[in-house]
């Protein structure tokens, strides 16, 4: 079954919407099967959006990611890489429709409150980062 990388940002968690965040997930059938708060380090958030680190804005996005703790989750579910991300909605505002996650609770392009893998490769390299064993606090 395919799986996904998916991540309450930190304006999500500050805001309270992990519950909210979950139960759309839940909600659509999929699976959560793993889950984890922390607060990322430098390395991690440079490591995890490495295909930006030429652009303008990396700074600023590797210096939000690290502001607090994240929800890092692994889901499970029939194309959940491709359902998620139209669950999730578009980056742009702008474009973000209503009735997607970031539609009905983002306003920014810098603070969206929610990250998904783009890809099935992106979910597995994004996996296997934020995942790195199999229970590291065991
Ligand atoms: P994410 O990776 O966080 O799920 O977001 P995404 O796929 O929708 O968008 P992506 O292109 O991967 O960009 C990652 C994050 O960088 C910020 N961004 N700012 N100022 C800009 O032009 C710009 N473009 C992207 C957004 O916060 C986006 O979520
Ligand atoms: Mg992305």
Do not use: C
């Amino acid at each position: 079954m395919e799986k996904t990388f998916l991540m309450v940002k930190p304006d999500g968690v500050k805001r309270g919407l992990i519950g909210e965040i979950i139960s759309r997930f839940e909600h659509k059938g999929y699976t959560l099967n793993r889950l984890e708060l922390l607060t990322p380090s430098m390395e991690v958030a440079q490591s995890h959006y490495a295909e930006h680190k030429e652009k303008p804005f990396f700074g600023e996005l590797v210096e939000f990611l690290t502001s607090g703790p994240v929800v890092a989750m692994e889901w499970e579910g029939e194309n959940i890489v491709a359902v998620s991300r139209l669950m999730i909605g578009k980056t742009n505002p702008l474009d973000a429709q209503p009735g997607t996650i970031r539609g009905d609770l983002a306003s920014t392009m810098s603070q969206n409150v929610i990250h998904g893998s783009d890809s099935v490769e992106s979910a597995e390299r994004e996996l296997s980062l934020w995942f790195a064993t199999e229970a590291s606090h065991v």
